[in-house]
Structures are given as C-alpha cells and as structure tokens.
C-alpha cells in the first residue's frame, strides 16, 4: 500500500507492524536514504551491525533471489529483529520482494532503496498495490517552498542557531534537490555560527551561494530593468572571475525563461504577486520589487525576442570567424537593456 504523505513522519518512528518490507523511491536520494536509516533505527540503533543488519546489492538477487527471503528469517546470534537492506530497486529486487512478500518467513524487516519508478515498475506495482497489506512505499520527492523551509529552519534550531526568516527563504530558494545536500550545507552554517550563534542573510550568501551565481543574478537584474552602469559593472566583475560569454548568456537566458514562465501566468490572469509565486526556486523577497518592474517592462512577445536574441549571441560566440565572444556578449546584453530602459519610458 501507499504511505500518504500526511502519514509518513508517523510511520517513520513508528511503522506498522504487519508491514514486512517497505519500499523508498524517488528523485531524491538524500530523502530515500535519511527515510531508510530513520526506519532502520526503529529495528536496531546499530545499522552497522552484522548481526542484525544485512546489506544487498540487485546483483547479489539476481543471482540467488531467494537470499531476501533467507536474510529475513534468519535467526540473530545476538538475539534481536533483524533489518535487511536494499539498495537499489529493478526487475531483479521485484522478483525477490514477491517471493519474500507471497510467504514471509522469521519477523525481518526489508527496506528497499530505489531511485526514481515510474507507475509502470514492478517495484511500485508490489508494493503500492491497494489490497497489499504487508508492503508500504513512500515515495521521496524534493521539498520545496513552505515545506523546506521548515524543514531548514528546524534543523538550525536543533543545532542551536538562531537563522532569520530571510536567511532562511533565501537558503530555500537554493537549496532542496536533495535531502543530504541540505543537511549538509545547512550544518555548515551552523558550525560557522556556533551555539547560541545567528545566521543572516549575508551569512548563507558568503558561505552557501557561488560568488559566480550572485554576480549573475546582479547581472541579470542590472539587464532586466535597463541600468547600464549596474550592468558594466556586473559584467566586469563576471569577466575577471573567470565566468565565459556562453556561461553569461545562458545564465541570463535562464533569468529571462523565469520572467517569461511568470508573464505566462499574468497572461491567464493572474497578478504579478500571484505569478511569481508560481516559480521555483520562489523569488527572493529583497528581489520582488525588481523583478515586478520587470515585468511591466517585458510583455510577452519581448520576452520571445530577448531570448531569440541570447540564442543567437550564443551561436555567433560558437561561430569560427565571428567577433571575439565576450565582445558579442556584451552588446546582446547592452541590446537587452536598452529594450529595457525603451519599456520604461513607454
């Protein structure tokens, strides 16, 4: 059967104890393996235990799939439930799940660690069948939003750091495409902060954001509303670290495809507050009111041709016998801006 989300975190320190096998898939493998190791710990604290732990691989199945099944029911010298691991799902892990789930033996727990299944896999199929009453999947999707920002905002208060709610929104907007990525970075900063310590804004920009990744958005805000000398200055900056013509245009390209992906969305009706929270990541909150000015600056059909434009300039900086590529570059984004600054005086 199928864990609803609502359920999970109860089910986590708690499973149900008719369920005999469980199955966490999903695209982050950060959220699989923290899940998996929270479950594990419900049978021994010790998941390094070989008395108690048994660790398969798909290959090692697929040679003898009956080994899940005689894991499970084996009897610890030590005494004690025994846990029995998966990593990594596929038709060889389906074949040995069914034979265990059709007739369990001993009192083993099975969990299973895939990637992501679509609704044709075998593995999903087993498991999250309606009248399946010894089997449970959770599926393991990136959080984002609300919901990471919780996630972020009490892990810094059960490492004692104080994070303010901007520091935390903007950590939010970065970070969530995998569990253990975040913990970690997360954790960086609190070390850096230290108990009792606090985490603002500029805090997780200096040691979580690339330096490189800022000066794009700088770039990218100074082209979207048209101010010339933010842009010079950005793009500059941009050049003396290293960053590329193609690596520039593609990041504005990207900020350009937010904006268009936003218009859409006023397109159907709804306003600018309402449409940029249909983004992801959301937009910063010190970036709203710029991004709103762009906005009003980029209609639809504008957005089209800048992004038409940023194609071209990258296919000329590609091109044998073409202007030297930052000096292309330079001149699509001048191009951008001026098509800014006309909007704002419309």
Not at 309 to 323: P, V
Request: aromatic letters at 4%; one cysteine or more.
């Amino acid at each position: 059967m199928k864990i609803e989300p609502r359920a999970i975190p109860g089910f986590l320190k708690k499973p149900d104890p008719g369920i005999r096998a469980i199955l966490l898939y999903g695209p982050d493998s950060g959220l699989v393996r923290e899940r998996a190791e929270t479950i594990g710990k419900t049978v021994t604290r010790d998941l390094t235990d070989p008395f108690r732990v048994a660790d398969l691989s798909p290959e090692t199945l697929k040679d003898d799939p009956a080994r899940l099944a005689d894991e499970a029911a084996a009897i610890s010298m030590m005494g004690g439930r025994r846990l029995v691991r998966v990593r990594g799902g596929g038709a060889e892990t389906a074949v040995a799940a069914k034979n265990f789930l059709d007739d369990p033996k001993g009192d083993g727990l099975v969990v299973i660690e895939a990637g992501e299944l679509d609704t044709k896999s075998a593995l999903r199929k087993l498991f999250e069948a309606p009248g399946t009453r010894n089997a449970g999947a959770i599926a393991c999707y990136r959080e984002e939003g609300a919901s990471l920002a919780k996630t972020i905002a009490e892990q810094f208060a059960a490492e004692g750091v104080k994070a303010t709610g901007e520091a935390v929104e903007w950590l939010a907007g970065r970070l969530g495409s995998d569990r253990a990525i975040t913990r970690s970075e997360v954790a960086k900063l609190a070390l850096y902060a230290g108990v009792g310590g606090t985490i603002g804004i500029e805090d997780a920009r200096g040691l979580i954001g690339d330096s490189a990744d800022i000066d794009l958005d700088d770039l990218s805000r100074a082209t979207g509303i048209g101010d010339m000398g933010a842009l010079d200055r950005a793009f500059a900056k941009l050049e003396g670290e290293g960053g590329s013509p193609i690596m520039i245009l593609r990041g504005l390209a990207r900020h350009f495809l937010r904006l268009q992906t936003a218009a859409g969305h006023m397109a159907q009706g709804l306003d600018p507050e309402a449409a940029m929270g249909k983004l992801f990541p959301p937009v910063f909150f010190k970036e709203k009111d710029a991004f709103k000015t762009q906005l009003a600056r980029w209609p639809l059909p504008k957005l089209q041709a800048a992004l038409d434009r940023l194609l071209e300039a990258e296919i000329q900086c590609k091109s044998s016998g073409s202007a030297p590529a930052e000096l292309i570059a330079e001149r699509c984004l001048l191009a951008l801006a001026q098509m800014a600054a006309q909007g704002a005086r419309r």
